[in-house]
């Protein structure tokens, strides 16, 4: 596609509830981050995928987050038994291999009630 | 610790006026440089970098900015600002680990 594709947009959830947020990178690039934007701050690194090998998973902040790209391809972000203070955007970005600039996609709000 | 500062939380300038962004960085080896721009309910997207060369960088939107090793700085400027550069502005730092380290932001505010 012509972007980072992610979705949902928009994601409310109950305290206690498993989440799954999709990303489509940009065809044909290597590499694939996630990133946390808390509200008011600066998106914070939480894993990075070369391909599908997960290379760097140093800023998930608990055992409850998982992410996987089984394919090299579409990469999932999984937070389990979900707590409150998961409310943020959580950001995708990818690009083309070492060296080259990340481009990122709009993001999904996620909401835990 | 790596790091990147960016001393303004809130900038307002009119519209016509010229504009600097601070960033300090804090990075062990040599740093890659990045200035992004983001708009409320969107993602980021990137105006410039710096990976090596020529120390002032040009970008979108008649962004520029000036690489500074000694000072650990990396701050964007613009001559003459339009309303819709209006947004959250990101500086952020990266190297051979490729994630990126960001700054807190700083919003921009244009008067007409």
């Known amino acids: 596609g012509a972007g980072v594709s992610q979705s949902p947009r928009y994601k409310v959830a109950k305290r206690g509830q498993d989440v799954a947020l999709r990303c489509d990178p940009i065809?044909?690039?290597?590499?694939l981050f996630w990133y946390q934007q808390a509200l008011g701050q600066g998106p914070e690194f939480l894993t990075y995928?070369?391909?599908?090998?997960?290379?760097?998973k140093s800023g998930l902040p608990s055992d409850r987050f998982f992410a996987e790209r089984p394919e090299g391809s579409v990469s999932t972000l999984k937070i389990q038994r979900t707590q409150q203070e998961d409310s943020a955007v959580y950001l995708c970005?990818?690009?083309?291999?070492?060296?080259?600039?990340?481009?990122f996609g709009d993001g999904t709000r996620l909401s835990i009630l | 610790a790596q790091s990147v500062t960016q001393p303004d939380i809130h900038i307002t300038v009119s519209e016509g006026a010229s504009l600097e962004l601070r960033c300090n960085y804090s990075?062990?080896?040599?740093?890659?440089l990045f200035w992004y721009v983001q708009s409320p309910g969107q993602g980021l997207q990137l105006l410039l970098k710096?990976?090596?060369?020529?120390?002032l960088v040009q970008g979108i939107k008649g962004f520029e900015a000036e690489f500074k090793r000694s000072q650990s700085s990396f701050n964007l400027r613009k001559p003459s600002v339009h309303w819709s550069d209006a947004a959250e502005y990101f500086c952020?730092?990266?190297?051979?680990?490729?994630?990126?380290?960001f700054g807190t932001g700083t919003r921009l505010q244009v008067f007409p």
């Open positions: 970005a990818s690009s083309l291999g070492r060296d080259q600039p990340q481009h």
């Open positions: 065809s044909g690039h290597v590499s």
């Open positions: 995928f070369q391909n599908e090998a997960q290379l760097d």
């Open positions: 990075y062990g080896a040599t740093p890659y």
């Open positions: 710096y990976f090596s060369g020529d120390t």
């Open positions: 952020a730092v990266g190297g051979e680990t490729d994630k990126l380290i």
